[in-house]
């Protein structure tokens, strides 16, 4: 007897489910075409950044030589008139592919207050200049460096373009720029004219008090203080011409304005000699009463200080003031003896 199989009508609707289930992933659509490639990320573009120049500000030659040692050698007077002395300097270098032909620098010499130097040099690719000296005075507003009265030298040499700014003479303007050379960085050895303190300065602590009119004004010489760094003098001003000690407090909305500047202008001199300078970064503070004025250090040896004032707020001179100080052999430590001296 033959055995009979039957399915029953459930078991063939599963495994039919199955069997669809099974075959889902072998059946698609015909097509001629190979499956695609996956797109590539587009390669990200370069971005340019923008042209920026920042300038960078030095009160030493040596510290500019040697931050430029292993690019380029600076170009600097040779000679400058007695009394000279570096004052400060600037780099204004750029980001870009070639910044050497954005980089600019400028060197400013003093001696005393007012009478200065200007040295600037930019590559020839950045600007233009003539190939022989040029002689002319300063045209007010064309650049920072341009002052009253002033007068400029212009001159292209190695790739480079020259501009000599001063008060001096075309004589000596010319001479200065005669004597400008490339002076590479040289460790432990000073550039021209880098201005040296004294090996041994003076300390001490003055408490003048001496007075002197002028013009219905009346400046006094407060006090000196002399340390390594430089020599601090206070002036208290009074007169007719300036601003009262203390004013009437008034209740006011507005804030309250600082005070003029004093636009003092005085030439200082130690025993006789060469006008001092006014160190940089130091200058001169005020307020409506007093002024603090930062000259040079001085050698612990100095005799006398003498201080020509010829301007103050616009009122003129002069006020000379002469101060003695103690010689060296009899001077007191105010380390020791915690009291200046007055002289």
Known sequence: MRTRYTLRPGLAAVVIILFLVATAGCVGPKTNEPAASPVPAPEP??????????????FSLYAMQKNLAGGINLSLPTYLPDGFFFFTGSLVDSFSDSPADNRHYSFTYHRGQDEWVTLSEQSRNSTTCPDGPEYRLAELGKTLMQRPGSSEL???RDGWCFTLSSMLSREEMEKIAASVEPAPYREGVMPPYEYQPPAHPLVRQYHVNRSIVA???TITFESLQCTPDGCTA??????????PDSLS???????TLPPANPDLHAEWRVDGGRPLLTMPGGSITFNTTFVSWKIEPLPEDSRELSVNISRVRGISGPWVIVIPLEPAATRTDPATS????SS
Do not use: C, K
């Open 154 to 156: 212009s001159w292209g």
């Open 215 to 217: 013009s219905e004004t």
């Open 45 to 58: 573009v370069p971005v340019t950044p923008p042209h920026h120049s920042i300038p960078l500000y030095s």
């Open 249 to 255: 407090p008034v209740v006011s909305p507005m804030p």
């Open 338 to 341: 915690g009291q200046g001296v």
């Open 234 to 243: 206070i002036f208290g001003l009074s007169g007719a011409s300036l601003p």
